[in-house]
T-cell receptor, first 113, second 111 residues
Framework: NAGVTQTPKFQVLKTGQSMTLQCAQD?????MYWYRQDPGMGLRLIYY???????DKGEVPNGYNVSRLNKREFSLRLESAAPSQTSVYFC????????????FGPGTRLTVT | DQQVKQNSPSLSVQEGRISILNCDYT??????FLWYKKYPAEGPTFLIS?????DKNEDGRFTVFLNKSAKHLSLHIVPSQPGDSAVYFC??????????FGKGTRLHILP
């Protein structure tokens, strides 16, 4: 039982390049989330998916797109990376949204130069 | 505008003593509050939660207190142990699909 897995762990991009961050969970959870963590800013929600087939914007969605591929997988895409997107990205999942405990992946450290 | 505020970026406490981490919120409609703990280079892990209809919830060394009139909650860790050194995030839910996190407080347990 791996919980929440994220790939890659580290990535360096040049400005304008694109990439997709992958996330998968094996806990049969309905809800999945993408956060970014910046120094002094806490965890900010980028996008979330309350259930398979639905996605919604969070607090900081600009510059990102997501796909809920199936119940297990939720990917985050940067179409044209910018230095402001340098951050640590966390994927999380929960049985349902809101008050239910979220389980986090180990994170992806992204640097955009 | 920050809806969940952790005004102390860091806190140092002697091992064995009580650690008290504070959190304030602005939205009286929040119905659930959660605390997460984060070690460096790892994802956050859930610690403890409390419903807005309660004023206290206890789990071993961890107790969360909720003061709705003051829109304030606190996490007490007794006794503090070296492994408690981490960043602690307060979070709140509006019973929709997402939660809002505070900026975190870094707790240092001193030997």
């Amino acid at each position: 039982n791996a919980g929440v897995t994220q790939t890659p762990k580290f990535q360096v991009l040049k400005t304008g390049q694109s990439m997709t961050l992958q996330c998968a969970q094996d806990m049969n959870h309905n809800s999945m989330y993408w956060y970014r963590q910046d120094p002094g800013m806490g965890l900010r929600l980028i996008y979330y998916s309350a259930s398979e087939g639905t996605t919604d914007k969070g607090e900081v969605p600009n510059g990102y797109n997501v796909s809920r591929l199936n119940k297990r997988e939720f990917s985050l895409r940067l179409e044209s990376a910018a230095p402001s997107q340098t951050s640590v990205y966390f994927c999380a999942s929960s049985v349902m949204g809101g008050a239910y405990e979220q389980y986090f992946g180990p994170g992806t450290r992204l640097t955009v130069t | 505008d920050q809806q969940v505020k952790q005004n102390s970026p860091s806190l140092s406490v002697q091992e064995g003593r009580i650690s008290i981490l504070n959190c304030d919120y602005t939205n009286s409609m929040f119905d659930y509050f959660l605390w997460y703990k984060k070690y460096p280079a790892e994802g956050p892990t859930f610690l403890i939660s409390i419903s807005s209809i309660k004023d206290k919830n206890e789990d071993g060394r961890f107790t969360v207190f909720l003061n709705k009139s003051a829109k304030h909650l606190s996490l007490h860790i007794v006794p503090s142990q070296p492994g408690d050194s981490a960043v602690y995030f307060c979070a709140a839910s509006l019973r929709d699909d997402k939660i809002i996190f505070g900026k975190g407080t870094r707790l240092h347990i001193l030997p």
